[in-house]
């Protein structure tokens, strides 16, 4: 949070994010644009989108996503524009080439890991024998939990 | 005088730590009981100590002692007073001060209370806190001591930062602090039963409690700091995927996995090492948390070296103690046997899955926090995970979660008829399915995040009715019996529901908010999601250490006034910042939150309005989950196993040895 705090704190520009004089007048064009910049990292704030954050930084990159919208390029052509200015680290959602395979099938491959092994289990579990030897019987059991429970 | 008392108090209960942890175990070893016994006396001087010096920082800032460096980097005469007792942990130093002393206040409960441990587990459980008492103690002592003073004291102090001059902010560390902590009492018991060698149905339900209260405090934590970045932060997000959030989340996932794991443990004798795996890996996560917030690692990779030495510090803390926990279960996992036996179609099996999933969701935002950093040292890729990529991979264990919980939550144990188990819900899944489809039919946009939170919540919420009423049995007296079911029954219920209510917040917000953003004249009215705003005033008012510009805006819906709002836009003039207070109209379905910005050129001001659906049941359900946590902490096989009678609770409910 600290942290956090501190960086709100040296780029909280009395402002907020999106001003009334940035939008743009076709509704359509405004939402795109909003779709795209909430994709896009402020470079100097830490995991925020340029459409939530205050700096004056992400306030040029939201100008900018609005004039290529205007100038008529699609939305992936816009995110390519800024990608080839500022690199794969404005993108929140990482890439799926290379090594961030890694990445993204980290969780599937956990996943059924997990599944297989917990199957393992609970197969092991249910044929293996009770250790009966000197359990109480089911009635025992539940007069036990009678004294139990007063 | 009492800083320097504060300071020797500090150093005296670090070499109580030293002793705590040294003798107790070797008298564990040789079964020397006065050795053993040493521990509680120590655990109890600890703590008090911790807490005098905790109380002798606490006085300085009280007083505004400008001779302490801390002080003056934290706070400031003009400060609320609140503030100023709350500033004692609104910085690295003190928040530190304040981890230790929670990790003494847990093992000083051990002591108090471990009454019916018996005497070697309770040696080592209470040494091993102690090993994790001096750990701290020393990065304390040697790289962050609160009690240095100044040369030349200044005549007034640097404020404290001033976001964190929030009641939610105020509260907010010293509930996550609990969490975390509460943590490390899991895993002293984890160690000292590997140490011990023996884990059983009793040593399930010692550490079910610290586990619980771990996570009660761990969503308590949690939901303060998200609810303060909704309403400070000036556009009402709520959770951010920020590194620093998912320390956090991390360990109230594992934690949640570890509170039902141990379940198994108590009631079944199964899945023994993997609880006790768990719990290691569970203090493991508010380790990397705590190094995480303090070392700035992950906030921006290069800032590694801003604070080498606390960072380096608290590496190897984390590294020794995970070291120490996974070589002891590598040693001796095998010798714990699960004894349970357990068909597929069982409570046993519904709890398997629901830790698969917790643990491998905790996996991949584990993986997501640190890919960046990952990427950049081996595959010189610099690149961000943001929030798209967590909600994208993490939701759908959370949907797969809320789809399983309310079956296997009322699946008996050991051997169960899934046929026989469904069919008293089959009427949650029907009302699930028509609320969902009601959502889905009244909106507009055909995006499904919104029916589907609506059914997952519709579905938790009437499958833990149901679940408290099938307990109640056949016949009259159903309502009576309902009230006297066991305090364990109501939290089980109340946090599931609580479960369902939160996800049916985060979607229904996520998924229908609206935002306006516009310029307006003072006076001028407009329309948001059918309420009408009109800016009536904006004017400077001061604070006690601040300067606010607060504007007057009233709300209405159909010619009907609802109220007046007052959001702000503070300026602290010591500390030269900014905060924006967004001010709410808090509905049960849905909040108004209103933002003042900059005045404009053209005389008017800018305006920021957002109508969020559902907003406060993420933060309702949150109560919910922890008020059902606390009902089960509460319940009467605690309370009796806290008291003299020896080992009532390895009985129940266990074949008998």
């Known amino acids: 949070m600290k942290r956090l705090i501190l960086c709100l704190c040296l780029l909280a520009a009395p402002a907020f994010a999106v001003q009334p004089d940035e939008i743009l007048d076709d509704p359509v064009m405004e939402e795109r644009a909003r779709e795209i910049s909430s994709g896009l990292r402020c470079l100097v704030c830490r995991n925020e989108s340029i459409d939530d954050s205050n700096a004056e930084l992400a306030r040029d990159m939201r100008l900018m996503v609005r004039e290529r919208l205007v100038a008529g390029d699609s939305n992936r052509e816009v995110v390519e524009y800024v990608v080839d200015r500022y690199g794969e680290y404005v993108l929140l959602t990482p890439l799926t080439g290379g090594s961030n395979m890694i990445l993204w099938l980290a969780g599937p491959v956990m996943l059924l890991l997990g599944v297989g092994l917990g199957a393992v289990y609970i197969r092991r579990r249910s044929v293996t024998p009770e250790p009966v030897v000197d359990a109480l019987s089911d009635a025992e059991q539940a007069r036990l939990r009678k004294i139990m429970d007063e | ?657």
């Open chain 2, 1 to 657: 005088m009492i800083t320097e008392l504060g300071h020797f108090a500090l150093i005296l209960a670090f070499l109580v730590a030293c002793f705590q942890t040294v003798v107790p175990l070797v008298g564990a070893h040789y079964r020397w009981p006065g050795w053993m016994a040493s521990a509680e006396p120590a655990a109890t001087l600890q703590f008090l100590l911790t807490a005098g010096s905790f109380m002798a920082l606490t006085w300085a800032f009280v007083i505004s002692d400008f001779s302490l460096q801390l002080v003056v980097a934290n706070s400031h005469s003009d400060k609320p007073m609140l503030y100023k007792i709350t500033g004692t942990w609104g910085n690295h130093e003190g928040s530190m001060l304040l981890w230790v002393l929670i990790v003494t206040l847990f093992g000083a409960f051990a002591a108090w209370f471990g009454g019916n441990l018996p005497p070697t587990l309770k040696a080592r459980v209470l040494a091993v806190q102690g090993s994790i008492g001096v750990a701290f103690f020393a990065f304390i002592i040697f790289t962050s001591n609160p009690f240095l003073r100044m040369d030349v004291p200044p005549f007034d102090g640097q404020d404290l930062n001033p976001l964190l001059q929030d009641p939610g902010l105020a509260f907010h560390p010293p509930f996550l602090y609990l969490g975390y902590v509460g943590l490390s009492m899991t895993f002293s018991f984890a160690v000292a039963a590997l140490i011990e060698g023996r884990v059983d149905a009793a040593w399930g339900r010692w550490v079910r409690p610290y586990t619980l209260a771990a996570w009660v405090f761990l969503t308590l934590g949690i939901a303060l700091g998200s609810w303060w970045a909704y309403y400070e932060l000036g556009w009402g997000g709520f959770w951010f995927w920020d590194p620093v959030e998912n320390a956090s989340f991390m360990p109230w996932l594992i934690a949640a996995a570890l509170l039902h794991s141990a379940i198994v443990v108590e009631k079944r004798e199964a899945l023994k090492s993997w609880t006790i795996l768990l719990a290691i890996i569970a203090f493991g996560f508010s380790m990397i948390g705590a190094f995480i917030t303090r070392s700035g690692v992950l906030t921006s990779v290069h800032a590694f070296a801003t604070d080498p030495d606390r960072g380096m510090f608290l590496l190897m803390i984390t590294a020794f103690f995970m070291l120490v926990g996974l070589t002891l279960f590598a040693a001796r996992a095998q010798s714990m046997q699960a004894k349970g036996v357990f068909s597929l179609a069982s409570r046993e099996t519904g709890l398997v899955a629901n830790n698969v999933i917790l643990a491998v969701s905790a996996f991949v935002v584990f993986v997501g926090t640190i890919w960046p950093l990952v990427a950049e040292i081996f595959f010189d890729r610099k690149l961000s995970v943001g929030a798209p990529f967590f909600n994208f991979a993490f939701a759908p264990f959370m949907v797969a979660l809320g789809l399983i919980l309310p079956v296997g939550a009322m699946l008996p144990w050991k051997r169960a008829s899934l046929k026989r188990t469904i069919k008293p819900l089959r009427t949650a899944f029907v009302l699930a399915i028509a609320v969902g489809g009601l959502a889905w039919a009244m909106q507009t946009g055909r995006s499904l995040l919104g029916p589907v939170g609506l059914f997952l919540g519709a579905w938790l919420v009437s499958g833990a009715v149901i679940d408290l009423w099938s307990r109640t049995g056949r016949g009259d007296n159903r309502l009576s019996r309902l009230l006297r079911l066991p305090r364990a029954d109501w939290g089980k219920s109340v946090a599931h529901a609580g479960l369902g209510v939160t996800m049916a917040g985060v979607a229904g917000m996520m998924a229908w908010e609206t935002e306006d953003i516009r310029v307006a004249q003072i006076g001028e009215s407009f329309e948001v999601s059918g309420f009408t705003l009109t800016l009536d005033d904006v004017q400077q008012v001061p604070g006690p250490n601040y300067r606010s510009t607060m504007a007057e805006v009233s709300l209405e819906r159909n010619g009907r006034e609802i109220g007046t709002l007052y959001p702000e836009k503070r300026v602290y003039p010591v500390a030269a910042m900014p905060t924006t207070e967004a001010a709410l109209d808090i509905g049960f379905l849905r909040d108004v939150y209103v933002v003042i910005g900059d005045p404009q050129a053209n005389g008017g001001w800018a305006v920021r309005t957002y109508y969020k659906p559902l907003a406060n049941w993420i933060w309702g359900g949150a109560i919910l989950m922890s008020i059902g946590g606390t009902l089960s902490l509460t319940d009467r096989r605690y309370r009796v196993a806290a008291g003299n009678r020896r080992r009532t609770g390895a009985v129940e409910g266990v074949p008998a040895e």
